[in-house]
T-cell receptor, first 112, second 115 residues
Framework: DAKTTQPTSMDCAEGRAANLPCNHSTISGNEYVYWYRQIHSQGPQYIIHGLKNNETNEMASLIITEDRKSSTLILPHATLRDTAVYYCIVRVDDNAGNMLTFGGGTRLMVKP | NAGVMQNPRHLVRRRGQEARLRCSPMKGHSHVYWYRQLPEEGLKFMVYLQKENIIDESGMPKERFSAEFPKEGPSILRIQQVVRGDSAAYFC?????????????FGSGTRLTVV
């Protein structure tokens, strides 16, 4: 699976949009981009995933560049409860049951 | 629809004892993954199981650790003769299929403390 690079930490003001970048320059054509987050001491929580097109759900939006070498997770109106470590993961789709490999993630601190 | 259930939430064991961690996947999910998170570290994959089969155990320590997912009942992660270094949070995830494009659902974890 392709490796991802994320900033170690970011701050965001409460109520503003949080834009979390992720580089995955070696991504393959059949690899999806997944985003998870882990709020302190809790289990990881699925946020969103995509292959080529931009995606939006009730939690966030995922913007994937046309060459698929990078993506951005957008939390449109960050709240204090969005403070967490955010993980960007790419995973091949080959029905082999490949596990999700978590890197260091981005520690997002939402401040009042 | 209950999520992934892990129990116990907290487990304290003395060095040398056995620890048994249980994971009940979401209804309809037949794939289970175990991860370990040491204090102040990231999540590390341990093992992937389907019903009655271990599919990938590349992340499992060679000794003292075992996992099963029987036809009936929860998946069990078993740690024999625990040592202080086994103290960690153990998370279980489940999914209904193996293909990408479907996210895993994680449980709340079991915090193991070895004293």
């Amino acid at each position: 699976d392709a490796k991802t690079t994320q900033p170690t930490s970011m701050d965001c003001a409460e109520g503003r949009a949080a834009n979390l970048p992720c580089n995955h320059s070696t991504i393959s054509g059949n690899e999806y981009v997944y985003w998870y987050r882990q709020i302190h001491s809790q289990g990881p929580q699925y946020i969103i995933h995509g292959l080529k097109n931009n995606e939006t759900n009730e939690m966030a939006s995922l913007i994937i560049t046309e060459d698929r070498k990078s993506s951005t997770l957008i939390l449109p109106h960050a709240t204090l409860r969005d403070t967490a470590v955010y993980y960007c993961i790419v995973r091949v789709d080959d029905n082999a049951g490949n596990m999700l490999t978590f890197g260091g993630g981005t520690r997002l601190m939402v401040k009042p | 629809n209950a999520g992934v259930m892990q129990n116990p939430r907290h487990l304290v064991r003395r060095r040398g004892q056995e620890a048994r961690l249980r994971c009940s996947p979401m209804k309809g999910h037949s794939h289970v993954y175990w991860y370990r998170q040491l204090p102040e570290e990231g999540l590390k994959f341990m093992v992937y199981l389907q019903k009655e089969n271990i599919i990938d155990e590349s992340g499992m320590p060679k000794e003292r650790f075992s996992a099963e997912f029987p036809k009936e009942g929860p998946s069990i992660l078993r740690i024999q003769q625990v040592v202080r270094g086994d103290s960690a949070a153990y998370f279980c995830a489940s999914s209904p299929r193996t293909a990408a494009g479907y996210g895993y659902t994680f449980g709340s974890g079991t915090r193991l403390t070895v004293v």
